[in-house]
């Protein structure tokens, strides 16, 4: 038993690193993407602007989500990240 803790110990916060960076960075990109939908500009420029600039987001919070030194501050991280772009993402909606 002591075997299969340890190897969940030392693989654990990799798979919540993964799964964070996957998932988590989809969803700071979709947010994104919808909140720039609040911005005063016409909308087709401001779908454009969105769907571009979530590349970007994606790959730096993937990239983010790999830099910081553990897998909990990453979590939190997009989870502040999440909170102050949900309101903006639900009033377009």
Known sequence: MTALVQRVR??????????????????IATLFSLAVLALPISKPQA?????????????????????????ST??????IVAAALAPLAWSVS
């Open 10 to 27: 030392r693989t654990g916060p990799l798979v919540s690193r993964i799964v964070a960076a996957l998932f988590g960075s989809y969803g």
């Open 74 to 79: 990453a979590w939190i991280g997009l989870l």
């Open 47 to 71: 779908v454009l602007t969105g769907q571009l600039a979530s590349f970007a987001i994606y790959t730096g919070a993937v990239i983010w989500v790999f830099a910081v030194r553990r897998a």
